[in-house]
């Protein structure tokens, strides 16, 4: 279930009792429902899901998973032949 | 797309699948519950990345496969109703209930509308005074404040013409229900990310420690999935049972307040018969009395029908991870898409469907 | 195992449905159950885009299309130019020269003659700038709420040279798959104008002719044998196209996803909708099976033409699994590109 995708929101107004927003995923412009998400103002990246935003996207979250994430990349493609050349301080093996 | 593509990158896949093969020491079994994970795994063939030792099986997760057949047959009989107009969320149309499906119905001159949101059909109902709009609003605890949004609009704005066909599914009590089975072989489970979205973690914090089992909140896309894995396999090899969030971009341990709240404003929690598995107590949410204005089951006057589904059906087996779908007699030859004989087939998002569209003939391997 | 018994019966599959002409393996379905076996004959059988025709030591090549899009005018084109390039392209991916059109017009009462005359003017331009004229038609009314407004039928005639044979059975494993750009523009752009599914797009239609495009490839061929076969994906998308030559040939196919191109702004709304960018209709791309040894000629040729400049060689034929199209993740895994039931439906899930 629940395909939610993540959205710009460029800007928002009232309307018909409701605040709506456009909000653009990719190149194009759809109007979604902002009423879950009183918080979230133009320039914020909203989930989506059947026309209306769940959540504000945590862009520090984001960016901290993202870089966790390519740490360990980095991590995954060091082998022994790619070690840093520095000796251990400490004299061990 | 920003926050997508980051999460489709194969060198941070293969980063986590390397750290899920030094992590790894014994074989596991996880689940993942929602069906739009079950899409991303088939899709991406992360079955085939991960080490062997972990094996995935997939959840009741896919709403529109768990509806129960009695509301697929009153949609259908509603939607034969010359003056009503049924609009409905598109995985809803080829769903086969006891004799037809809606696309069968729409065939056969009934207004039948897809919708991608409940506000589609308030627009029509104040577009068409002339007709009934009924929308049908399934789900699980995501889709849940929108349609509650709808019903709620409907009342203020005093629309006489709308009303709801609901059957929600609740995502915790599908999971205890799955926990206390003697049967189960889950050790792990990946909750729902954008279920918690909206409710939060909470809920499952009781049930992690009651079982003793370690639950992840995950997002949707492989490097999400992967990264959830990799943590509820961190938790077994060392003996650990917590909930922890994977998907932290998009969920808080609260979840989102204001549609918690116009959830419990418009529904209530009541049982719920899943289609396939049977009656699970509390799992559903229904309209609350003082909307009733704007239920289709009261305005229609829609009588209660049971039917009997005989035991021999297997999607109750895959249903509930027991078995794959590779396992059933009928997958790929009396049962395919064109021509399905269960709600995991049609779903997009279905077991069935994921492993036919994706997998077919790698079943000779797995 | 126990017999199995299903709690759901069949669904009575006596009607018709919206699915049967999406250009998925419905229409496969209807056509091998009630057309096939009506008009048996083996210039049919071949089920090309196209039929090629011996006519007193001159090959023709017949072809016809109908058009129900709606809405009538969508960014990029409208109905009218619609049914001159989805002809000119059924007759372009036989390698034929476009002679000329026919051009029938089912009307619904009511359409404000405003409108038909935009829509002619549009299609009268369209077949100018392919260098053909309509040389006959014909012209219904159907009563109020029998059609979308307008349907249109063209029919075409083109010119195929006597030793050019292209056709949906000759692939050969380790044959190339060229497209000619990127995919799923038409059936967004037409999606983002439907009701209810309103949202701002710059995603214009593709449509356009490919006869050009067509004549730059086979100049460029050092073999008559080099383009074993060309398909303009249309309904049912790049998927269907390749299920289909896959079927007819009897060949496997592996595709790269990563070479397959999509405008940011298609994958976006397919995100939004849950849609599948390969099932996604095109009107103005074409996809080539050619032998390996002349993909990078043909691809260069590609690229020179304007219609062209985005083309990539998006992977290869194999021996097996017969009739099954593969496709390489961006991850490195493997998956089935299957063929589309029926239309593909915005969901939730």
Not at chain 2, 234 to 248: D, H, I, P, S
């Amino acid at each position: 279930m629940c395909l939610a995708v993540p959205g710009k929101l460029l800007a928002a107004e009232e309307r018909e009792g409701s605040r709506l927003g456009r909000v653009e995923f990719g190149g194009i412009v759809c109007e979604v429902c902002l009423d879950l998400v009183p918080e979230a103002v133009p320039g914020d990246y909203v989930i989506v899901h059947a026309g209306f935003a769940l959540s504000r996207l945590d862009a520090e979250e984001a960016e901290r998973t993202y870089q966790l994430l390519a740490e360990l990349e980095q991590a995954a493609n060091q082998t022994p032949a790619a070690a840093p050349a520095a000796p251990d301080p400490s004299g061990g093996m | 797309m920003k926050y997508v593509d980051e999460y489709r990158d194969a060198r941070l896949a293969r980063g986590l699948v390397a750290e899920l093969a030094r992590k790894v020491t014994r074989p596991w079994v996880l689940m993942e519950i929602c069906g739009g994970q079950t899409h991303t795994l088939m899709r991406y063939g992360i079955d085939e990345l991960i080490p062997s030792q972990i094996e995935l099986v997939h959840g009741p997760g896919c709403p529109v496969c768990v509806t129960p057949l009695e509301i697929i047959d009153k949609a259908i009989y509603l939607a034969e109703q010359p003056n009503v107009t049924l609009v409905s969320y598109g995985d809803m149309l080829r769903v086969p209930g006891s004799h037809t499906d809606l696309l069968h119905v729409k065939a056969g001159g009934g207004d039948v509308r897809v919708a991608y949101s409940p506000m589609e059909a308030l627009k029509a109902a104040r577009a068409l005074p002339e007709r009934q709009i009924v929308f049908l609003g399934i789900g699980f605890e995501t889709t849940a404040p929108a349609n509650a949004t709808a019903v709620w609009q409907a009342r203020r704005q005093g629309l006489k013409n709308f009303s709801m066909l609901v059957s929600h599914v609740l995502v915790p009590p599908a999971i205890r229900m799955l926990l206390s089975s003697g049967r189960n072989r889950v050790q792990g489970f990946i909750a729902p990310g954008h279920v918690c979205t909206v409710m939060g973690y909470r809920e499952y914090e009781s049930l992690s420690q009651h079982f003793r089992v370690p639950i992840v909140v995950g997002g949707f896309e492989p490097v999400d999935l992967l990264e959830a894995i990799s943590m509820l396999v961190a938790q077994l090899e060392q003996g650990r049972a917590e909930v922890e969030n994977q998907y932290t971009r998009s969920v808080t341990r609260g979840g989102n307040l204001p549609a918690q709240k116009l959830m419990e404003e418009v529904f209530e929690v009541c049982d719920r018969k899943w289609r396939g598995i049977g009656l699970i107590p509390q799992s559903g949410l229904r309209l609350r009395a003082e909307y009733a204005a704007y239920d289709a089951e009261k305005v229609f006057e829609l009588q209660d029908t049971t039917v009997q589904e005989p035991p021999e059906c297997i999607s109750a087996q895959v249903l509930q991870g027991l078995k794959k779908p590779m396992e059933c007699a009928a997958f790929g030859k009396a049962c395919t898409p064109e021509r399905p004989l269960g709600a995991p087939m049609v779903s997009a998002e279905g077991a069935c469907a994921a492993y036919y569209r994706y997998r077919r003939h790698a079943g000779a391997g797995n | 195992m126990a017999q199995f018994v299903c709690p759901v019966p069949l669904p009575a599959k006596d009607k018709i449905l919206l699915g049967h002409g999406s250009g998925g393996s419905l229409g496969a379905e209807l056509l091998r159950r009630v057309f096939l076996p009506a008009f048996d004959n083996a210039i049919l059988a071949k089920l090309n885009d196209q039929a090629i025709l011996d006519v007193q030591g001159v090959r023709l090549a017949f072809t016809t299309d109908s058009f129900v899009v709606k809405p009538l005018f969508f960014p990029g084109g409208d109905i009218g130019s619609l049914a001159v390039h989805g002809t000119v392209n059924d007759l372009a991916v036989g390698g034929a020269t476009p002679l000329c059109l026919s051009a029938a017009f089912i009307i619904e009462e009511g359409l404000p003659i405003e409108t038909l005359e935009k829509v002619v003017a549009s299609l009268h331009r369209a077949a100018a700038d392919a260098g053909i004229e309509v040389v006959t038609g014909d012209t219904k009314v159907v009563e109020k709420g029998s059609g979308d407004g307008l349907f249109i039928n063209t029919s075409g005639i083109g010119l195929v040279p006597a030793d050019l044979n292209l056709s949906a059975d000759r692939a050969q494993p380790g044959d190339r798959l060229l497209l000619s750009g990127s995919i799923g523009e038409h059936g967004i752009a037409i999606i983002a104008q439907r009701e209810g599914l309103e949202f701002e797009s710059q995603v214009r239609s593709d449509s356009a002719p490919l006869h050009g495009l067509v004549a730059a490839m086979l100049a460029a061929t050092p073999g008559r044998d080099s383009i074993r076969c060309m398909r303009d994906p249309t309904r049912g998308g790049l998927s269907s196209a390749l299920n289909e030559i896959a079927a007819q040939s009897q060949v496997g196919m592996l595709l790269e996803e990563e070479k397959v191109p999509v405008r940011e702004a298609v994958k976006g709304a397919c995100e939004l909708l849950g849609f599948d960018p390969f099932y996604v209709a095109n009107e103005g791309k074409l996809v080539a099976i050619v032998e390996a040894r002349a993909a990078e000629q043909i691809l260069a040729a590609m690229r020179a033409h304007p219609l062209g400049r985005q083309a990539q060689v998006i992977g290869t034929v194999t021996a097996a699994p017969a009739g099954m199209v593969s496709l390489r993740t961006a991850l490195g895994t493997m998956r089935i590109v299957d063929m589309l039931s029926g239309d593909q439906l915005p969901r939730i899930c």
